[in-house]
């Protein structure tokens, strides 16, 4: 019965991609020097803005998120710049290992895993030290499933005068995210979570006072050099090789999004991320994070259980992919998302494949509480 | 949380047809009068020789399953014979519908819609006609998701002398069909039932019993004529343009079917038929089907709720399509089919959408208990 196993994919990055947009990809190849893809990417640039809530122009590279990332930091080195990066789990910690590897100046501000920052430790910091010019944080920390107040982070960033970096990788389009009005001067995020696409591509947006500080550095870096993409990217062109496919398939996704409208997406995220918490501690489990975003569930296990058989087990048996721990957490947490292509069926496959595993390990709970629970919480939320 | 909508096809037909599949058609196409397709015709006409438990030629029809039932008929229209269909619903219907069409003599057995025919009632008619030489009967009666007992008739019309063809359309590969062993004479089928792929295949097997008399009709058709279907497939050819990509697709499907296996395929159905039927009843509804069939679970429902209603409102608000009742059933049952690639979690999100549509039309019962039954079961017979 559990042949033929499908694939459901329930971990925050891949996520599902509508069948339409993988059709878009799959038409014929055709050259990105051409008024046909610069129509393309004129218009997929244009709908990138309503995405990042921003006026701003994104940019888009053939790369990962993390490319985006390198980018930001790259094109920020100023001399006597220093960073700050916000470290509250293993996105954090990216941010710090970028700066390592490049050698800017920068001091972590390390986060217990599982909880938000507190905007007012990175007040005191940014009082502290003035050398301190740029802060990098994290919308939805997805090792934790945490969301930070990136609408506060920016007030204080603003009044100290220092940049705020954000990576919306993972909880864009999940958690309400709006650059713009919150004043966000730099925001990068990643093909193949919200936006519903196959990984390969990052995205940048950079508001006016960032491009000022860009503008003035002497970036040692060729490809995520963001003074050459800007230009070329008012001509809706790219400096190299774009990845023309999945752009065809971004402008698809974009489509999709554009009918859906953000709010009823951002509050889709909200509503089956409160269904899935539900469920999950009508269990018996309990929520890791402290302050859960909208992308994905972490799930704290009873010492008895070791979530890397856990995630094992669902994925072999019923082809259900749910995630695991990432570093120190590693065994502790499962972490089940509910991001992008979506919908309630998608979180009763995923909850019925957990009470499967926990009954398999002999955990002890009152075998369908979770689906009832997702049908009565849908319920109540339906019309 | 509805959206994205995506589409649960719970019909008996058309079924979901897998990704391996769909993406088989979708290669370039070739042309037919090749070694290169012949090749691949030959592949399936033996590997349809497995699904059909046979060991006689089974011939491919660019058509429906119907043009394979008129195949049947008039190619066994020999002088002086008389046809028995059984009609216990729509398709038994269909084969009286044949008959009166091409305008051969037959007298129709009438059944009890939601009952299985009674062998006895056949042999009784066998034996007081002896001008009856074809009894026309159906493996799963689609409409009222009855089981017939084709095995028993297979010996009632063997002892009479009379040829049995059957109607395996949606029962392939559902229910237990030996055609062989079980001395079936003629059996005809579909292709977008347990064969998973799209419509527009079908398909007729005949045993030499059958053939004989074949061979001596004067056969009044032209596209349905055996004779020439089976002199081209001898050289593994068609005589008219063959269903090229759908031929194709049918490779593909085959070879997921012998991965399988027949038997492992008979026993996910019953194991899902009956977690279905019991998840069903849990709800405190009533099974229409006496002898229900693998492929589909029809369902009775109280006088208070409207099924045209309940089907519309599934489909409409949750992208789930299951089935009304037909003819004289419109209305008063519903049927939610267990047919080809399904497995545990396509019955989970139909149990689920019934639910929430029985809760919308103010049917009293306890939410969550079919869902509940479903995990109760499918965990009883896991492992």
Known sequence: MITPKKRYLLTPGPTPV??????????PMIHHRTSEFRQILKQVMEDLKYVFQTQNQVLIFASSGTGAMEAAVVNLTADGVKFLPIVGGKFGERWKEICSSIGVDFIP????????????????????????????????????????????????????????????????????FKMDEWGVDVTVSGSQKGLMLPP??????????????????????????????????????????????LVIALSKALEMIKDEGIENIWKRHSQLATICRNAITSLGLKLFAQKPSNAVTSVALPSEIDGTKMIKFIREEFG????????????????????????????????????????????KFELGKGLLKVEEEFLKQYK
């Open 320 to 363: 259900v992919s749910i995630a695991g721990g990432q570093g120190k957490l590693k065994g502790k947490i499962f972490r089940i998302a509910h991001l992008g292509y979506m919908n309630i069926f998608d979180l009763l496959v995923g909850i019925a494949s957990i009470e499967f595993a926990l009954h398999h390990l002999g955990y």
């Open 200 to 245: 390969g591509l990052a995205f940048i947006s950079l508001s006016q006072r960032a491009w000022e500080i860009v503008e003035k550095v002497n970036v040692r870096a060729y490809y995520f050099d963001l003074k050459k993409a800007r230009k070329s990217g008012a001509e809706y062109d790219t400096p190299y090789t774009p990845a023309v496919n």
């Open 109 to 176: 501000l390390e986060v217990e895993w599982g909880k938000a920052v507190n905007p007012e430790d990175v007040e005191k910091i940014l009082k502290s030290d003035k050398n301190i010019k740029v802060v990098l944080a994290t919308l939805c920390e997805t090792s934790t499933g945490v969301v930070n107040d990136i609408q506060k982070l920016a007030e204080i960033t603003k009044k100290y005068d220092a940049i705020l970096v954000v990576d919306a990788i993972s909880g864009l389009l999940a958690d309400e």
């Open 18 to 27: 509508p069948e339409e947009v993988l059709l878009s990809q799959a038409k």
